[in-house]
């Protein structure tokens, strides 16, 4: 896998509708296209790609924290936000693409710095203008839950 550096290191809109989603992010994950920006700076990666799934891998450090110390809820919410907007883009036909309408997330304990945890977005319901997800944050060595979340992303043709 590899991130863009620069913006000519992202696919262009036509490379993104010549595939499906699914092959989209599979394509990230094989590293055929680079993955975003904000995955180096918040330090995650694909772990797992399927049809109506996503699994990132990932683990806060000391710059993602706020001004008490612990991890700032921006984390959590772009790391749900991520894994439950790219699982309804494994629903996404070829020549169309999404964006994300609205998310909520709750979050149930504070991520100790380090803690490798897994962010899994599951697709609920996928139609042909909208996909709506749920995602939870799980500490990838004991399962603990750490917050969860919902969204709804509006599906677009290109």
């Known amino acids: 896998m590899f991130t863009a550096k620069t913006p000519q290191d992202l696919p262009?809109?036509?490379q993104t509708l010549s595939m499906s989603g699914l092959e989209f992010m599979q394509a990230m994950r094989a590293g055929k296209i680079a993955r975003p920006p904000i995955s180096d700076v918040l330090n995650y990666t694909i772990d797992v790609v399927e049809?109506?799934?996503i699994v990132f891998r990932g683990a806060p450090k000391f710059q993602h924290t706020n001004p008490l110390g612990t991890v700032?809820?921006?984390w959590y919410g772009t790391l749900l936000d991520s894994c439950m907007a790219c699982a309804?883009?494994?629903r996404v036909p070829k020549g169309s693409y999404y964006t994300t309408l609205e998310y909520k997330i709750n979050i149930t304990r504070p991520i100790p710095l380090d803690t490798e945890v897994l962010a899994t977005g599951t697709v609920q319901h996928s139609g042909r203008s909208t996909g709506?997800?749920?995602g939870e944050i799980r500490g990838a060595a004991d399962g603990k839950l750490y917050a969860t979340g919902s969204t709804t992303c509006i599906i677009l043709k290109g």
């Open 12 to 14: 262009t809109m036509a």
């Open 51 to 53: 049809d109506g799934k």
């Open 72 to 74: 700032h809820g921006g």
């Open 88 to 90: 309804v883009m494994t």
């Open 132 to 134: 709506v997800a749920v």
